[in-house]
């Protein structure tokens, strides 16, 4: 199944629909999908049929007003599993692959407030100069649980969409020479969407616990990024499983895959120049897509001045 939140075109407000052949069929009760999460994906799969069988309203998934698919998930973890992408930037900034980076699948913690939808505007965080986009993908919690096996974290996943971690590096940095963070550098805007993809939707594509998604990014319609979710290192069985020692994963909890290979433009700039890849500027239009799970496109706004602290 493949499920939208959109903006109803009879009033506006947020609804969720099964996409089907080109069609939202949009569903009477509920009107968030957090409230089908939390079993096995019965709930899931009950409400699909109820939407096809007598939907609220029909609307050409073309033209609807897209939001995130869950637009305030409890939690946004985002993992660094792409042993390419840290590799790149690690030799690229003098450095060297941490051991502890084999055993521990290492995330930090997002902003639930700052996401946005798939077609949204991005404003460049206040103060940065060295604005960049993530192309990741991110897995759904669906039941949730405390000190989950791999395993038992594989079967809890209610579904994948596309994820764009949004990044002031300029701020990130100076953020993390403090050894704190990630904080204000990612802190506001994180792209979900298009849509929500079940995971039998996906099983043609599956490579044991990988998924063989081809993954690619776009500026102004030049090609930029190219990768494939199969190359992760990390699991997500692994990276939720982790995620979950010590603690309770709940329904809607979104886990970021973290960056693919060549997927961002410190990457790239590190690799093949900052003139070929500079940083992104108001009117840029990024693209971010990912195999089966569609698009996420972006235009980038100014951002608003840093008012002064001292």
């Given at each position: 199944?493949?499920?939208?939140t959109y903006?109803?075109?009879?009033?506006?407000?947020?609804?969720i629909?099964?996409?089907?052949?080109?069609?939202?069929?949009?569903?009477t009760q509920?009107?968030?999908?957090l409230?089908?999460?939390?079993?096995?994906?019965?709930?899931?799969s009950?409400?699909?049929?109820?939407?096809l069988?007598?939907?609220y309203?029909?609307?050409?998934y073309?033209e609807?007003?897209?939001?995130?698919p869950?637009?305030?998930?409890?939690?946004?973890?985002d993992?660094?599993?792409?042993?390419q992408h840290i590799?790149?930037i690690?030799?690229?900034?003098?450095?060297?692959m941490?051991?502890?980076?084999?055993?521990?699948?290492?995330?930090?913690?997002?902003?639930p407030?700052?996401?946005?939808?798939?077609r949204d505007e991005?404003?460049?965080?206040?103060?940065?100069d060295?604005?960049?986009?993530?192309?990741e993908?991110?897995?759904?919690?669906?039941?949730?649980?405390?000190?989950?096996?791999?395993e038992?974290?594989?079967?809890?996943?209610?579904g994948?969409?596309v994820?764009?971690d949004?990044?002031?590096?300029?701020?990130?940095?100076?953020?993390m020479a403090?050894?704190?963070?990630?904080?204000?550098?990612?802190?506001?805007?994180?792209s979900?969407?298009?849509?929500?993809?079940?995971?039998?939707?996906?099983?043609?594509?599956?490579d044991g616990?990988?998924?063989?998604?081809?993954?690619?990014a776009?500026?102004?319609?030049?090609?930029y990024?190219?990768g494939d979710l199969?190359?992760?290192?990390?699991?997500?069985?692994?990276?939720?499983?982790y995620?979950s020692?010590?603690?309770?994963?709940?329904?809607?909890?979104?886990i970021?895959?973290?960056?693919?290979g060549?997927?961002?433009?410190?990457?790239?700039a590190?690799?093949?120049?900052s003139?070929?890849y500079?940083?992104l500027k108001?009117?840029?239009?990024?693209?971010?897509?990912v195999?089966?799970?569609?698009?996420?496109?972006?235009?980038?706004?100014?951002?608003?001045a840093?008012?002064?602290?001292?």
């Amino acid at each position: 199944m493949r499920w939208v939140t959109y903006l109803s075109p009879q009033g506006g407000g947020e609804r969720i629909g099964l996409v089907r052949d080109g069609k939202i069929h949009g569903l009477t009760q509920p009107t968030r999908l957090l409230d089908l999460l939390g079993d096995d994906g019965g709930r899931l799969s009950d409400a699909g049929r109820r939407a096809l069988a007598d939907p609220y309203q029909v609307v050409q998934y073309e033209e609807a007003r897209l939001c995130a698919p869950i637009p305030v998930p409890p939690s946004i973890r985002d993992f660094l599993a792409f042993e390419q992408h840290i590799k790149t930037i690690r030799e690229g900034q003098g450095g060297q692959m941490s051991p502890d980076w084999y055993q521990l699948p290492v995330f930090y913690f997002s902003n639930p407030a700052g996401v946005l939808g798939p077609r949204d505007e991005i404003a460049i965080s206040p103060g940065s100069d060295q604005f960049d986009y993530e192309l990741e993908v991110a897995a759904v919690v669906g039941r949730g649980g405390s000190d989950l096996s791999p395993e038992e974290a594989e079967e809890s996943i209610a579904g994948y969409m596309v994820l764009s971690d949004w990044s002031a590096r300029d701020l990130q940095y100076r953020e993390m020479a403090q050894l704190l963070g990630p904080a204000k550098g990612k802190d506001s805007a994180t792209s979900l969407g298009p849509e929500l993809v079940t995971p039998d939707e996906l099983e043609p594509w599956r490579d044991g616990t990988r998924l063989r998604l081809k993954m690619r990014a776009a500026v102004n319609g030049v090609d930029y990024s190219a990768g494939d979710l199969g190359e992760i290192y990390w699991s997500f069985g692994q990276m939720m499983a982790y995620a979950s020692r010590g603690t309770r994963l709940v329904p809607g909890d979104v886990i970021g895959s973290g960056t693919v290979g060549t997927g961002c433009i410190l990457e790239l700039a590190l690799t093949y120049g900052s003139d070929r890849y500079p940083w992104l500027k108001a009117g840029d239009e990024v693209r971010l897509e990912v195999e089966q799970l569609g698009a996420i496109v972006a235009t980038i706004r100014p951002g608003t001045a840093p008012k002064p602290l001292k």
